[in-house]
């Protein structure tokens, strides 16, 4: 890495240099995460590799809601991308394993088994994405109460009196 | 100790993966996720070269678990795979969208097939 050329920060940035370390700690943390499910799912060497597919389809369904928090829904942050999407998620799920899982399935006997992993991996990780997206998109309040517009009878007696004005007349303001 | 080595090899393969992404990305005046591409194809026969190699008893289980594991599974991504596909189908470019899955598809299991046969050489 290069200092910028303005001669006013000396060596890399320390903005660039936190952007790594949160990418290093998420990416850790990720891979830890990743190698968790991995031991605590028993996959046989021919048969669905469900724990990389877990992993793939929920580190896609994260990402989803993290990128679209952050561009779309939080005020600007600096190092929750690069730790949580960059990091997290990237360290999270792999593309190399499905890859080798399926060649291997593919040299093994077991083509259909990779076949089916690799379409429902590519299609339901898109889906994941999509529906993460959304997620992050849904309205921060809860949903309007449609009971609100049409007073319930039963109720109308305990309703509580409106707030008298706040500025009586006569009042200084 | 594997923990250790998991950890330390899934920071490098991320940091890594941050690198190469933006070394490839700046070269690349298109939407065209190429630098995911790279990596992923890359990195799949990284992976599959030393998966071949243990296979083969060339490499130690636990190198495979942090080398292969740790490093190449947090260099590759599949997380960024899926969403370029999702902003791409969603920012009218399915035609793109397709080629980034097809292309990263064939190309990953190419080299993970050679890295396979590569790895059971040495």
Same mark, same amino acid.
């Not at chain 2, 999702?86 to 969208?97: H, P």
């Given at each position: ?50 724990? %990389?597919?877990? #992993? ?20 600007? %942050?600096?190092? #929750? ?93 | ?122």
């Amino acid at each position: 890495m290069t200092a910028p050329a303005d001669g006013a920060t000396p060596g890399p940035s320390s903005d660039a240099i936190l952007r790594v370390v949160a990418i290093a700690l998420g990416g850790a943390l990720g891979t830890l995460a990743r190698y968790a499910v991995d031991r605590a799912i028993v996959v046989t060497a021919t048969g669905f590799p469900w724990a %990389t597919f877990t #992993v793939n389809i929920a580190g896609s369904l994260l990402l989803g809601v993290i990128v679209t928090l952050v561009t779309e829904r939080w005020p600007p %942050t600096r190092y #929750v991308r690069p730790f949580a999407a960059i990091g997290f998620c990237g360290g999270f799920t792999t593309f190399s394993t499905l890859m080798v899982e399926s060649m291997y399935r593919t040299e093994h006997g077991a083509a259909g088994v990779a076949g089916l992993y690799l379409v429902a991996s590519v299609v339901l990780g898109l889906g994941a994405a999509a529906a993460g997206v959304r997620l992050a998109r849904l309205p921060r309040q809860r949903p309007p109460d449609r009971s609100v517009g049409i007073p319930d009878p039963d109720t109308l007696g305990t309703l509580d009196r409106p707030e008298p004005p706040r500025d009586l007349p006569g009042e200084p303001a | 100790m594997t923990v250790v080595g998991l950890a330390v090899a899934g920071s490098l393969g991320a940091v890594l993966r941050y690198l190469v992404d933006r070394a490839v990305q700046a070269r690349a005046r298109s939407e065209f996720p190429y630098g995911t591409l790279v990596i992923n194809v890359t990195g799949s026969l990284i992976l599959g070269f030393l998966t071949g190699a243990a296979l083969h008893h060339h490499l130690a289980a636990d190198w495979l678990t942090v080398l292969g594991t740790g490093m190449i599974g947090a260099y590759t991504t599949f997380s960024t795979f899926s969403f370029d596909n999702f902003r791409l189908l969603t920012g009218d470019a399915a035609g793109t969208a397709l080629t980034n899955m097809v292309l990263s598809v064939v190309a990953g299991l190419a080299a993970a097939a050679a890295g396979l046969a590569l790895g059971g050489l040495v």
